[in-house]
């Protein structure tokens, strides 16, 4: 391999974390996170339904209806339904399960997808410093922005990134 094909360390962490969501068995949506200190992995975790209970493929999706804004953070614009799984704990809560804090300070959160307000606030509150994603969760931008700028945390988008293949799973909608 060539330097200039050489992967960068953010699309190395990021396709890792495209692979961890492929272990996700919710069809809606596959979510990987990895936490990264300096160039050191240091955990990995995707959604899913707590051991040893049934999970998204043997016990169907657990589906709630919520309304929200068609246009983010334009409430006037008017409203859409909404479906949503809510059986699986998120990439980023299992993530923080599931390593220490000694490990979270001033560490790096490479997640596939950007975190929900409740994933960020508790992300917030974890000890890293940063948090990368790349597909992008309109629904909680502006809280989720505002408060990574209030915590000083990093918070960005890699959006020139394609995923590894097959390791693509969301329900779009
Ligand atoms: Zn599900
Ligand atoms: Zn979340």
Redesign the pocket.
Known sequence: MTSSSRKDWDTYFMDIAFMVSTRSRCPRRH?GSVLVQGKKLLGTAY?GAPMGVPDCSEAGCMIVEEFEPAVPSDSAGGMKKKQRCIRTI????NLLMFTDRVDREGSVVYVTDQ??????NMLANSGIVEIVFHRIYPKDHDKVAALMKQKGIGFRRIDDYVAPPDTEVQDGA
């Open positions: 979510v959604n998120h990439a980023e809560q975190p929900c307000w409740t994933c960020a």
